[in-house]
């Protein structure tokens, strides 16, 4: 995906309410040339395998939770068999479950002259998830695009896979019925 198509994307931002009104209506833009691009955020696969089922338009990206402690492997899986690339957000984990202070991202990124972030954003990089990690410090933003001098071996990123939970960390999940409830009380009234 260019640069300026992924400046041109709109995302249905949630698996909830209308979804397929609001994702026909992206659709219906995209097919019209008023985007470049459609996609989604925050569905699970069972959400974007019965999205893709009934639209002509395939979601260009699936912009999910996925950061080291939740890598995302089952759904990245049949996003790739759809076409759907992944897209992180939240992939320094906002700093959660001892992320910066990380000791098996710290040793490897000692071997490459790089920080415990760094590491990890290579890792999802190599995964080939598209990362936009958030950071206000202008140091932290270059170190964060600062991640094209080295590669991972299959030893760093075995490591690394052993750091993932399988579970959200930031969000919970989309499946909770508490958390589907708060995200129904958000919509208009009738």
């Not at 470049?36 to 699970?44: E, L």
């Not at 479950?97 to 890792?123: D, M, S």
């Not at 299959?154 to 960390?169: F, M, R, W, Y």
């Amino acid at each position: 995906m260019s640069q300026e198509t992924f400046q041109n994307i709109q995302l249905l931002h949630q698996p909830f309410g209308d979804r397929y009104g609001a994702y026909r209506a992206l659709e219906e833009a995209y097919k019209a040339g008023k985007v470049r691009a459609i996609g989604v955020s925050n569905f699970y696969p069972d959400h974007y395998i019965d999205l893709c089922a009934h639209f002509d338009v395939v979601p260009a990206v699936n912009q999910v939770e996925t950061h080291v402690f939740q890598q995302q492997a089952e759904g990245r899986k049949y996003m790739q068999e759809l076409g759907v690339a992944p897209m992180a957000w939240g992939p320094l984990a906002e700093g959660k479950n001892g992320f910066f202070t990380n000791e098996t991202l710290l040793q490897i990124g000692k071997k490459y002259g790089k920080t415990g972030p760094q590491v990890a954003l290579r890792y999802l990089m190599e995964l080939g998830v598209i990362i936009i990690p958030k950071s206000t410090h202008n140091e932290r933003m270059a170190q964060n695009l600062d991640l094209f001098d080295f590669q991972l071996t299959d030893e760093d990123k075995a490591e690394i896979q052993k750091l993932d939970t399988g579970a959200p960390l930031i969000m919970p999940s989309h499946h909770d019925p508490e958390i589907v409830k708060w995200f129904m009380s958000l919509l208009p009234k009738k």
